[in-house]
Structures are given as C-alpha cells and as structure tokens.
C-alpha cells in the first residue's frame, strides 16, 4: 500500500476527511518552502501539495500564477527542488506530492524524473496537463516506483472519459470543484456534489475537492461525499502577502499556519 493511500484508509475508516495544502516549491526560496512544509505538518495536515513553478500553467488562477512567476524571477530549478525536498526528513511528514507540467517530467525523461522524485521523498504525482486518458506509461512508471498518479476530473467531464481516466489513477481522485482556475469561491456547487455520488459509484478511491475551496466552512457540504479536500490559493495568497511586504516571513508562516490547523481540525471531525 503506498503512503497515500496508508494516509487516507485510516481516515475513510474513522468516517474523517483529509486536509491537503498546497504550496509553491522556491516562492520565496526553498529555505521557506522547508519551514513552511515543517509548520504545515505540526498543523497536522494530512498530505502536502507541492507546486513545480511553471511559466504556462494551465488550470491556476492569478494568485497561484504569480507565485510561480516569483519563484522562476529568482531562477527556481527542479534540482533545486529536489535537494530542498531530500534535506527534510520526509519519512515523518505527511506525503509530499507533486503538482507539476509533463512538459517538465518530459525534459527530464518520466523514469528519470519519477526515480529523482521519489529519491527526494515525493509520494505521487499530479500532472494537469496529461490527459488521463492517454495517461497509461506515465501510470505504469509511476506504479513500478511504488509511487502514485493522482488524476483531476472536472465538472465538464464526460462519464465515459472519466471511467477512462480512473483506470490510470491512484492514491485518490483529484475532483475539480469548479469548471475554471483556481481561486477561492463563497460557496460549493451543488453540481459539484451531484458528480461526487456518481463518482463514488464509479471508484473505490478517495475523492479530494480542490479548487474554491478556502474556508472551514466549505467542509461541512462534503461530509459522506468526498474524502479529502485541498486548498491553494488561501494559503499562497499569504506568501504573496510577504513577497508585497505586507507581512514578514514569521507573520506569513504563522498565517498559514492558523488556517491550516482550522481547515485540518475540520476535516477531521467524523461524521
């Protein structure tokens, strides 16, 4: 069993749901991604999402984007990533897993890519711009290295093509709150919860909801429909407070700090 899926059965049995952030690798610098990774797991967080900077991303919205232009300004490198990663002490964190463009892993070539991710203590992988239906040798690399391929579905897609999507994923579901970018919204969509009961009759995975999701309160609508969720631009928006000069490195940490403990203290309240 990999450590995704360690993470989320015991969860699932408690009748609890998951709490994964997400942050941007090198905005500012590694050395903050590390402290924040270390303050997001005393916050008892379950997984952690880890951005790769990318100059074309295709599903962020602005907060996220401008966080990845910050860390590319500065010259962030996957090598730089990776020894980042590898100097914590992954084996007691939370799974670390890797949002990032194929366009990247093919540059570095998949097998080469998935063995350096995993030597640097990453667990999965989420690749927005692999199509999950053409996403089997990515999958099959993924699952040789013990590692898991996280695969989105969103609003707009087709039954049929998600059926085909779950055959190549892993570890959980990513289900895309709302047709768009990321960014926080007010409320879930009622169309979002429709297609997470269809879902759970689709696959026996964990579904996680991301995108619009910011506030504890967007909790209590997913309770016995989906098993995770995940929050991006509520916690980067707080890096981009420090990059602005509206908040030193320790007020910006701490900031993170206080909303990942709500959303965490949250999520896992059983139901």
Known sequence: MSRIAQTFAPL???????????????????????????????????????????????????????????????????????DGIKALDTAKLPPLVAMLSYAIIFRH?????????????????????LPGDEAAEMFATVQEAGLDLIQLVAPTTPPERVREIVKNCSGFV????????????????????????????ETDLPLAVGFGIGKPEHIDPLRQKADGVIVGSAVVQNVQDLADGKATKGEAISRIATLA???????????
């Open 12 to 82: 699932r049995s408690a009748r609890k749901m998951a709490f994964m952030p997400f942050i941007t690798a090198a905005d500012p610098d590694m050395e903050t991604t590390g402290d924040l990774i270390r303050s997001l797991a005393e916050q008892g967080v379950d997984l952690i999402e880890v951005g790769f900077p990318y100059s074309d991303p295709i599903a962020d919205g602005p907060v996220i984007q401008a966080s990845y232009t910050r860390a590319l300004n500065k010259k962030a490198t996957v090598r730089q990533i990776f």
């Open 109 to 129: 070539g998949p097998k080469t890519f998935v063995q350096e991710a995993k030597a640097a203590g990453f667990s999965g992988f989420i690749i927005p711009d």
């Open 174 to 201: 990513y289900c895309i709150a709302v047709a768009g970018t990321t960014g926080v919204r007010e409320q879930v969509a009622d169309q979002l919860l429709k297609q997470l009961q269809w879902l759970r009759t």
């Open 261 to 271: 403990k709500a959303m965490a203290t949250k999520a896992h309240e059983a139901h």
